[in-house]
């Protein structure tokens, strides 16, 4: 079945660093996902891509759908402290799966 | 407008006893999804609703494991006879048949504990 590998498991950084974290499937998706989980809350959508090769940004945060279509990537610039949480990617084709996430942790 | 709820918001209950959990998913929305998330981990996949069609029940772990979508609209998700290791937020989906389809609103989770 597809399979989503999500990386850096964790991330340790200091406030003002740019971060940046990826996602590859080991087949093709029409859709890439990205989410934010802040604790005690659900995932909440940061950004939703459709097309090989489509860049969105949402304020200080971009996403970008790989030209292969196997894989994506989450970029956040200049962090702050309420960027912690976890990110997931998802996609998928006809049925969206998950990534383990990505742990934002900032160093004060 | 109002998001996706869910009830309660916290469930403490002994092992061997039932449970529901309960979720209304934004008014509109014909998918909707539930998902297991243990601590530290990510979403695990339990079952899927889309309108009148048959449901993806695929991911239910186990047979104590049930759910039903009463008028296409709110859902409850059953365990029977709880284990200990169901321990674990059960999160809540919908989302919105079409183009935006896969983009799936969450609740809040229902933390349930099994002692």
């Known amino acids: 079945g597809q399979q989503l590998n999500q990386s850096p498991q964790s991330m340790f950084i200091q406030e003002g660093e740019d971060v940046s974290m990826n996602c590859t499937s080991s087949?093709?998706?029409?859709?890439w996902l990205w989410y934010k989980q802040d604790p005690g809350e659900g995932p909440v959508l940061l950004i939703a891509?459709?097309?090989?090769?489509e860049l969105t940004s949402n304020g200080r945060l971009t996403a970008q759908f790989g030209i292969t279509r196997k894989d994506s990537f989450l970029n956040i610039s200049a962090s702050i402290p309420s960027d912690v949480g976890i990110y997931f990617c998802?996609?998928?084709?006809?049925?969206?799966?998950f990534g383990k996430g990505t742990r934002l942790h900032i160093l004060p | 407008g109002a998001g996706v709820s869910q009830s309660p918001s916290n469930k403490v209950t002994e092992k061997g006893k039932d449970v529901e959990l309960r979720c209304d998913p934004i008014?509109?929305?014909?998918?909707l999804y539930w998902y297991r998330q243990s601590l530290g981990q990510g979403l695990e996949f339990l079952i899927y609703?889309?309108?009148?069609?048959?449901?993806?029940k695929s991911g239910l772990p186990s047979d104590r494991f049930s759910a039903e979508r009463t008028g296409g609209s709110v859902s409850t998700l059953t365990i029977q006879r709880t284990q200990q290791e169901d321990s674990a937020v059960y999160l809540c989906?919908?989302?919105?048949?079409?183009?935006?389809?896969?983009?799936?609103?969450f609740g809040p989770g229902t933390r349930l504990t099994v002692t």
């Open positions: 998802a996609g998928g084709d006809d049925k969206i799966i």
């Open positions: 008014s509109g929305h014909t998918a």
């Open positions: 891509l459709y097309k090989a090769g």
């Open positions: 989906a919908s989302s919105l048949r079409g183009t935006y389809s896969y983009e799936q609103y």
């Open positions: 609703f889309q309108g009148n069609s048959a449901p993806d």
């Open positions: 087949s093709i998706f029409n859709t």
